[in-house]
């Protein structure tokens, strides 16, 4: 099977995934032409003349993944050290990151810092192979904050701009209302979906405390004031109960991480209609590798303050009904973990929640819910076929996508492990 688009290709004898109903349904064929599925009709039918047909003998049929917290361009664990990186290395690094992404299913990605128009736009021209980029630009930090990777001491000898807008640079530095309105104006210019912020202390950067909150109120109901006059939304980084609270209130649609959100604030966030991306996986993972692979002492003191209580985060969310979108915030070496987050979050949830973590609720964080994470008539044909049931097992999703037979990405095969 050529790796082209088809004109009409037909699914055949597959278990179709209904996140809706939390179920396989058997007896449906799914129809794609071009970019979109087209229909899911009755097993049964004669197949166009036309048409390409390709029997899954009996597996999953179901959407691409899509993890809504990345770094596509941290090829190292030390986000300061991507910053000094010449930019081209940079991009020749992220390369085989984006490449695997996609080979480990997920198809589209939210990059919450780092990534931009231009990245995003040559992966949608098929100059390099990856996944669908939702880029956020630069994120927004004030000085001292979460984005601000100059050691102590520093302030003089380096200034905030000097490699806020290299490639490998996560975040920029930017205090003050006006001047955040402007940066705001910028990244969406630029090309950025979404705006993210620092609003509070994390555990990469060097001088920030986690329990710290990060710009002030009337910094960060600008920065959502800009965002809504564009169309889109604001995404924060936070930690801590007082942090997440700050951000929900003034306006902030995500918060990401969210690792000592309690049950009171889980409530809130709630009533506020925010959405959660909790990111467990790399906290696990920097805790078993971060000092091998050169996260900073001062940051791996953090890492303890956030891991045990990330797990109850969860807990705490799903209890309040707050909505979950599936992330994985991994740098360096570490990129290779992004399936994990799955099995911790089944494990926690169970199986229907973590998958729908990743496809439905992800799709709706997006906005773009009908388009992606579904199987469905009129939907992006961003498809996986896979050599088990994840409803039973979430093994089957997990690993470098060893059992994932097929890989489509807006009707393109990116994989075929089956003959046509």
Known sequence: MSDTTAATLILRNGRVLDLDKGQLISGLEVIIAGERIQALRPAGQAAEPTARVLDVKGRTIMPGLIDCHVHVLASNANLGLNALQPNAIVMYRAIPILKAMLERGFTTVRDAGGADWALARSIALGL?????????GKALSQTGGHGDFRARGSLLATEPCTCCFRAGAIARVVDGVD????????????????????????????????????????????????????????MAHAYTPRAIRRAVECGVRTIEHGNLADAETARIMREHGAIAVPTQVTYEMLAEHGEKFGLPAESLAKIADVREAGRQAL??????????????????????????????????????????????????????????????????????????????????????????????????????????
């Open 128 to 136: 390099i192979a990856g996944p669908r980029i939702f880029a956020s």
């Open 179 to 234: 001047n955040v309105r402007l940066a705001v104006r910028e990244e969406l210019q630029q090309g950025a979906n979404q705006i993210k912020i620092m609003a509070s202390g994390g555990v990469a950067s060097p001088t920030d405390p986690i329990a710290n909150t990060q710009y002030s109120e009337a910094e960060i109901r600008a920065i959502v004031d800009e965002a809504r006059a564009a169309n889109t939304y604001v």
């Open 315 to 420: 807990l705490h969310f799903a209890e309040a009904g707050v909505p979950m979108g599936y992330g994985s915030d991994l740098l360096g070496e570490m990129h290779e973990y992004q399936t994990w987050e799955l099995k911790i979050r089944a494990e926690l949830l169970g199986n229907l929640e973590a998958i729908r973590s990743a496809t439905c609720v992800a799709a709706h964080i997006l906005e773009r819910d009908g388009e992606l994470g579904c199987i469905a008539a009129g939907a992006l044909a961003d498809v996986l076929v896979v050599d088990g049931d994840p409803l039973s097992s979430i093994e089957c999703l997990l690993g470098q996508g060893e059992r994932l037979d097929v890989i489509l990405q807006a009707g393109k095969v990116i994989k075929n492990g089956l003959s046509i």
